[in-house]
């Protein structure tokens, strides 16, 4: 009885203390401003993620935390004291910006990503993914669309440029969640063809297979990895 107790109060404190977060004060690395922001020291996560990578409570509700801002110049990125040269990014930094809009500082890092890297990654494309999942969560369907429609493109061309990402399967799956899932069931259907022949077995076979079921029926909801698996 007393060690049944035991796992009870620590399953209790888990949800109790799953998520500490910390004040810090950086340094903006575009124009040297001081930024106070709120980092995630630790977080539990309990259950399945999406098929789109976003995980599972409660790490899933921690989106707000993983973007940081600089309100003196418009700098949005994972780290904002991760330094960059003004003149490289000053056209996404010129551009109007509500401050107190979650997916649109997801997208900004997005395009400061592009201009930095001259081109598609992978990194883009989940910037675009959390602008969606940020208009998930506020009911906005059509923006989310918007925004896995970029990340779809973003993806694509990341593949297109690099034979490695066009190699690895996890790519497809979740290009393949973004295409359906903002309602492009043509270029799901043509990722999914490619991406069989790679997964001939095991969770990757599964989560194809039921991808497939969701395109044919042309079903743009949300399901999880456990969705798939069973």
Do not use: H
């Amino acid at each position: 009885m007393c060690k049944r107790l035991i796992v009870i109060l620590m399953f209790f404190c888990a949800f109790a203390f799953a998520l500490e977060l910390e004040e810090k004060v950086k340094i903006c690395g575009v124009c040297g401003n001081v930024v106070r922001v709120t980092a995630v020291v630790s977080v539990n996560t309990f259950g399945s993620m999406d098929l789109d990578l976003r995980p599972a409570p409660e790490r899933r509700d921690t989106l707000k935390y993983q973007i940081e801002l600089c309100r003196n110049c418009g700098y949005c990125w994972p780290d904002i004291g991760k330094e960059r040269k003004r003149e490289s990014i000053a056209q996404v930094l010129n551009a109007s910006l509500k401050f107190d809009d979650l997916a649109a500082l997801f997208a900004r890092a997005a395009e400061i990503e592009i201009a930095t890297n001259q081109g598609a990654s992978f990194a883009s494309f989940m910037l675009y993914m959390k602008a969606a999942w940020a208009e998930d969560d506020a009911d906005n369907d059509d923006e989310a669309k918007k925004y896995r429609r970029q990340a779809v493109e973003q993806m694509t061309k990341y593949m297109e440029a690099d034979q490695i990402a066009r190699l690895t399967p996890d790519n497809y799956l979740i290009q393949i969640d973004a295409a359906r899932r903002c309602g492009d069931f043509e270029l799901a259907e043509k990722l999914l063809k490619t991406a069989t022949p790679m997964a001939n077995a095991g969770l990757l076979r599964k989560i194809l297979v039921f991808q497939k079921r969701l395109v044919e029926r042309k079903d743009i909801g949300r399901y999880t990895v456990a969705d798939a698996d069973n």
